[in-house]
C-alpha cells in the first residue's frame, strides 16, 4: 500500500462541490460538528421543500397521465359509440331491406295470384260462351234442325244465284223468294215454313225481320193461296176393320211378324207419334225418347204405358201415362199381343219395346222397316199403300175413338195433342153425318 500513489487532491474547491449540491463536500469533521442548528433547519427545511416539489411533480406526472388514459378512454369510449351506432344503423337497414324484400315477394306473388285468376276467370268465361252456345243449339229438336238447315240452304242458293243480299235481306228479296217457292210447293203453309226458317237465321244472327207484319208480303200471301188453291192430302184412317184384314197376313207364332203386330196395335191404341214408337235408325235410339220395355207396366188386365218425352213434352216437365186394357177373346187385343211379344222375343230392361233378331242380334224396328211393313200388308189387303201411312194408326184411333162416344177431351189427353188440333184428323162416316140430320129432323 506504500507503493499506491497518492491522490492528488491539491486545488480542488471543496465549497464550490457543496454548492452543487454534494453533500459535505468541503466540510470537515470540526465544521460539521460546529454547524449552526438554525442553519441546519434550513438546510433541513430546503430539503424538505425539495421533497415535496419533487411528490408534487409526480403527483402532477401522476395526474397528467391519469388524464391522459381518462382520454384515451373517452376517445376508446366515442368509438365504440360509433361502432354501435353504425352497426345499429346497418341491423335497421338490413331489416328494411328485408322488409322491401318481402312486400316485393309479396307483390309479384299476389300479382301472380291475380294473373292465375284472371286466367281462370276466362276459361270460365269462354266455357260459359261454350255452355251458350250448346244450350242454343238445344233449343230445337233433331228434326226442327235438319229442317232448318235445308231452309237455310235454300235461300242462300236463291240469293247467291240472283245475286241478292240475304243477311238482311230486305222486303223485296223476300217477296220474290216466296214467289219462287211457290213454283215448287202446292201448299201457301210450306211457302211459310220456309220463309220463317229465314226469318229464325236472321234472328240467330241479331238482325231484324219485319217483313212478315208487312202488308205487300201478306197480301203475296194472300194471292198465292187463291192462285194455288189446294187441299193437302192427308193419309187415309185405319180402322178395326182394316186391322181384321191385315192380321189374316201376319204369322203371330214367328218373332218379327208379332213384333209387328204388337207395334200396329200399340200406334193405334195409343193414339201414338211414330217418334214415340220407333227411331229414324238404330243409332238414333235414345231410351229416353222412344218406348222402352222397362216402361211397360202390366198389372193384371191393364198395361201402363209412360211416355217421358213427345212433341209437346220436350223439356220433360210431366210424364205421359196411357192405359191399355185387355180385350178378351180378340186378336186386337194390345195387352195379349204385348205379352205374347215379350214372350217369343225377350228383351232387357232398357231394351227399345220393338226389337227383331237380325244376325242373332236384337236390332230395333226403325221408322223406314215400320212404314215398309205397313204398306206391304196394305197392299196385300187390296188397297192403295201410297194412301197410308204410320199417322193413319193415330188418325184412325183417334176417329174410333169419337165414334165411339169418348169424349173429345179425352181424345185430345189420351193422343198427346197440344190443341184443337186433332179435329183436324177425324174422319166422319156416313152414318154419323146422317145421325146428324136424322136429330134435326126430329125437331123440324
Not at 1 to 21: C, F, I, Q, T, W
Not at 138 to 162: H, I, P
Request: proline share 4%; net charge positive; with cysteine.
Amino acid at each position: 500500500m506504500a507503493d499506491r500513489p497518492r491522490r492528488d487532491v491539491h486545488g480542488l474547491n471543496y465549497k464550490s462541490l457543496s454548492e452543487y449540491g454534494i453533500p459535505d463536500a468541503g466540510e470537515t469533521k470540526e465544521e460539521k460538528k460546529l454547524e449552526d442548528p438554525s442553519s441546519v433547519k434550513r438546510k433541513l427545511d430546503v430539503r424538505d421543500e425539495k421533497k415535496s416539489l419533487s411528490s408534487a411533480k409526480k403527483k402532477l406526472a401522476a395526474a397528467l397521465s391519469l388524464d391522459k388514459s381518462c382520454n384515451e378512454d373517452d376517445v376508446e369510449d366515442e368509438e365504440l359509440r360509433c361502432l354501435r351506432a353504425e352497426l345499429k344503423s346497418t341491423e335497421d337497414d338490413l331489416k328494411s331491406q328485408r322488409l322491401q324484400n318481402e312486400k316485393l315477394k309479396l307483390k309479384e306473388e299476389l300479382k301472380r295470384k291475380q294473373q292465375e285468376l284472371e286466367k281462370e276467370k276466362d276459361l270460365e268465361l269462354l266455357q260459359l260462351k261454350e255452355d251458350v252456345k250448346v244450350s242454343t243449339r238445344a233449343a230445337y229438336a233433331l228434326g226442327s234442325k235438319k229442317n232448318l238447315l235445308v231452309q237455310w240452304r235454300a235461300f242462300l242458293l236463291f240469293c247467291t244465284y240472283f245475286n241478292m243480299s240475304f243477311i238482311p235481306a230486305n222486303l223485296d228479296t223476300i217477296c220474290c223468294y216466296a214467289q219462287f217457292l211457290s213454283r215448287s210447293f202446292k201448299s201457301v203453309e210450306s211457302i211459310k215454313n220456309y220463309i220463317n226458317g229465314v226469318k229464325v237465321m236472321h234472328l240467330m244472327l241479331d238482325c231484324s225481320f219485319p217483313h212478315l207484319d208487312s202488308f205487300v208480303y201478306k197480301l203475296l200471301l194472300k194471292g198465292l193461296s187463291r192462285i194455288k188453291s189446294h187441299m193437302p192430302r192427308r193419309a187415309l184412317p185405319i180402322s178395326p176393320d182394316i186391322l181384321l184384314e191385315m192380321v189374316e197376313h201376319f204369322d203371330l207364332e214367328n218373332g218379327s211378324d208379332c213384333v209387328y203386330w204388337c207395334l200396329f196395335l200399340f200406334a193405334f191404341f195409343l193414339m201414338s207419334r211414330k217418334s214415340n214408337l220407333v227411331p229414324d235408325s238404330c243409332s238414333q235410339f235414345d231410351k229416353n225418347k222412344q218406348l222402352t220395355r222397362g216402361k211397360v207396366f202390366v198389372v193384371n188386365d191393364i198395361a201402363i204405358v209412360v211416355f217421358e218425352w213427345t212433341k209437346t213434352i220436350q223439356h220433360g216437365e210431366r210424364r205421359l201415362k196411357i192405359p191399355l186394357v185387355k180385350i178378351p177373346g180378340s186378336v186386337l187385343c194390345p195387352v195379349s199381343a204385348y205379352n205374347h211379344m215379350c214372350s217369343k222375343v225377350p228383351a232387357s230392361h232398357d231394351s227399345p219395346a220393338f226389337v227383331i233378331s237380325k244376325n242373332s242380334k236384337l236390332t230395333p224396328v226403325t221408322y223406314g222397316q215400320f212404314q215398309r211393313k205397313l204398306k206391304s200388308v196394305i197392299l196385300k189387303t187390296g188397297r192403295d199403300p201410297n194412301l197410308y201411312s204410320s199417322h193413319s194408326f193415330r188418325r184412325g184411333g183417334a176417329t174410333f175413338a169419337f165414334s165411339s162416344h169418348v169424349p173429345s177431351d179425352l181424345i185430345q189427353l189420351h193422343g198427346d195433342w197440344a190443341s184443337d188440333a186433332y179435329k183436324i184428323y177425324l174422319e166422319f162416316s156416313m152414318k154419323d153425318k146422317i145421325s146428324v140430320v136424322r136429330n134435326m129432323a126430329k125437331f123440324v
